[in-house]
């Protein structure tokens, strides 16, 4: 079988990847090692979080770019899926004020609708929260979620009706180049002319394949559902929550449950060792903040827990651009993927099938590391 592109990695790069090819008459098919649904990326692990919460406008506008490609998916399935415009509260300590000003430009400069709010206002519009006094809120009117486990899967069944093909448990047992790419796999053989390398934390691996490498560091983020006994109150009307310090995260599963991750914790093994677990530290760590955020909540952990792998870059900013000839990556996106990969994919592919270079894309080119 021959296409155009093969897309190495089935997570929301690879599917956003093959939809904006798909756009533009380009074919490509996917594989991968495991089902996205089921194996160990990152992309079924994410709280389906939408965040216009960043220290540069260029994330900002690559966040847009995400958010109306989930709206065009939506609305070309008619599906009742529903984008959550929660809001967003992020907490800073007042000593934080150099990085904390550099997150409010670059959403003024973005026209992100924020907020600064006090601990007064904080406590008349959400009385259940409480924060150190030593800190400073921002509220992100426009951030948001998805229930990914919805979302997810109707993205791999709009492709899969346009004919987009998947393949999983693939198990490549030798690779061809010369004047097309030639992989020979368990399911059978396939050419293209060009690959994209969208595998996550497999990446490296992958591009080892074609003598290729690519730098960065692997974090595990780990993530617990935990209930309220207070029946009096409801979660499910609560913001986002984020501790810019901590890097700890939540938001509301239902009116007596709330989701609480964090993705600080690196990972040195192979991907294709990692198990999704957590471990009692994260556990404890997790119950303490919960309890500092809803002091009266007595939120307690349930069964529902579960990490995930994702990748960063030197710089801590998505990498995409070309390895070699017709060899091309995308990913390092700090575990934001679900926001930031659908933006990386039309960059990439406006460059590499139209030639079209976009402002933005320099800053995230591959290229920058080797100046």
Not at 67 to 80: A, G, H, P, V, W
Not at 181 to 187: E, L, P, S, W, Y
Not at 207 to 232: G, H, V
């Amino acid at each position: 079988m021959h296409t155009e592109y093969i897309i190495l990695g089935s997570g929301i790069s690879g599917l956003s990847t093959s939809y904006f090819l798909e756009k533009l008459d380009v074919s490509s098919i996917i594989l991968d090692i495991n089902n996205p649904l089921s194996g160990s990326g990152s992309t079924m692990k994410s709280a389906g979080i939408i965040s216009h919460f960043f220290p540069f406008k260029e994330e900002i506008d690559l966040v847009s770019t995400s958010l109306q490609f989930y709206e065009k998916i939506i609305d070309e399935t008619s599906s009742n899926i529903s984008y959550n415009n929660s809001g967003l509260l992020a907490f800073y300590e007042h000593s934080d004020q150099e990085p904390l000003q550099r997150f409010l430009d670059a959403m003024k400069s973005a026209n992100i609708d924020y907020s600064l709010l006090d601990p007064k206002e904080l406590q008349n519009r959400y009385p259940m929260i409480s924060i150190s006094p030593n800190e400073t809120t921002i509220f992100s009117k426009n951030s948001g979620y998805y229930n990914i486990e919805q979302l997810f899967p109707l993205i791999l069944k709009q492709l899969a009706n346009k004919q987009t093909k998947f393949l999983y448990n693939v198990q490549i047992t030798n690779i061809e180049h010369q004047n097309l790419f030639k992989f020979h796999t368990n399911q059978g053989t396939f050419t293209s002319n060009n690959i994209i390398i969208a595998g996550g934390a497999w990446s490296n691996q992958i591009a080892n394949m074609f003598n290729c490498k690519i730098n960065f560091d692997t974090y595990s983020t780990q993530a617990t559902i935990m209930s309220s006994s207070n029946s009096s109150t409801s979660l499910s009307s609560l913001p986002i929550i984020y501790k810019t310090k901590s890097g700890v995260y939540g938001r509301a599963i239902s009116s007596s449950s709330f989701l609480f991750g964090d993705g600080s914790k690196k990972y040195y093994n192979n991907p294709a060792n990692f198990i999704s677990q957590t471990d009692k530290k994260f556990l404890d760590d997790i119950s303490q903040h919960a309890n500092n955020f809803f002091p009266n909540q007595n939120l307690i952990h349930t069964e529902k827990n579960w990490s995930g792998l994702f990748t960063s870059s030197q710089d801590s900013r998505p990498v995409l651009g070309k390895l070699d000839r017709n060899i091309f990556f995308l990913g390092c996106y700090n575990g934001l993927g679900i926001m930031l990969a659908p933006g990386c994919s039309k960059l990439l592919v406006d460059y590499i099938v139209d030639n079209k270079i976009h402002d933005n894309f320099s800053l995230f080119d591959i290229q920058r590391f080797n100046k």
